[in-house]
T-cell receptor, first 115, second 113 residues
Framework: AQKVTQAQTEISVVEKEDVTLDCVYETRDTTYYLFWYKQPPSGELVFLIR??????QNEISGRYSWNFQKSTSSFNFTITASQVVDSAVYFCALSEANGGFKTIFGAGTRLFVKA | DSGVTQTPKHLITATGQRVTLRCSPRSGDLSVYWYQQSLDQGLQFLIQ???????AKGNILERFSAQQFPDLHSELNLSSLELGDSALYFC????????????FGQGTRLTVV
């Protein structure tokens, strides 16, 4: 069965600090997709990144970077030089090919960035 | 704008009532997913439809039902509502195969009083 664990419930940092949000997943499928979504206080879910199970290359997008390691079943998300606007709940999610591609979410990590 | 439209945005109703939430997927997307986000349960997958047929089922209560119509829009019916059903209900759509990113609607906030 698929499972996503985000052990950090809340993280509080001061602006300009770097912060890493952890995500550990479980799956028996060899073909799967991992996602990160951001949910700002306004409530909508904003897609950040998708990574498939065959592509372990890390990715950087501006201040965001993602570290995908199949050996540890982790897909961690780092925000460099955090800003107040980064304050939100961040969800890691997993979608399995054999599961009809339904997306299962972790519990989310609430990030507070203080000015 | 994700291209997924959910109506209504807000809904307030009384316990015991029945409501219908509507979702229009992105153009061309055949899959529709429903999720419930409550404070204590997080984002829970409810059900998935693909081209009109039920594809996967999650933690959906028997009081809840859904369907996908020939024009691919979907409705989630919630009946005998309880206070605990108050939540944000998201609809998402995606294609199958290569493009598995799910695009989420803005959600319907249901408040049961």
């Amino acid at each position: 069965a698929q499972k996503v664990t985000q052990a950090q419930t809340e993280i509080s940092v001061v602006e300009k600090e770097d912060v890493t949000l952890d995500c550990v997943y479980e799956t028996r499928d060899t073909t799967y997709y991992l996602f990160w979504y951001k949910q700002p206080p306004s409530g909508e879910l904003v897609f950040l990144i998708r990574r498939n199970s065959f592509d372990e290359q890390n990715e950087i997008s501006g201040r965001y970077s993602w570290n995908f390691q199949k050996s540890t079943s982790s897909f961690n998300f780092t925000i460099t030089a955090s800003q107040v606007v980064d304050s939100a709940v961040y969800f890691c999610a997993l979608s399995e090919a054999n599961g009809g591609f339904k997306t299962i979410f972790g519990a989310g990590t609430r990030l507070f960035v203080k000015a | 704008d994700s291209g997924v439209t959910q109506t209504p945005k807000h809904l307030i109703t009384a316990t015991g009532q029945r409501v219908t939430l509507r979702c229009s997927p992105r153009s061309g997307d055949l899959s529709v997913y429903w999720y419930q986000q409550s404070l204590d349960q997080g984002l829970q997958f409810l059900i998935q439809y693909y081209n009109g047929e039920e594809r996967a089922k999650g933690n959906i209560l028997e009081r809840f039902s859904a369907q996908q119509f020939p024009d691919l829009h979907s409705e989630l019916n919630l009946s005998s509502l309880e206070l605990g059903d108050s939540a944000l209900y998201f609809c998402a759509s995606s294609g199958l195969g290569q493009n598995t990113e799910a695009f989420f609607g803005q959600g319907t906030r249901l408040t049961v009083v």
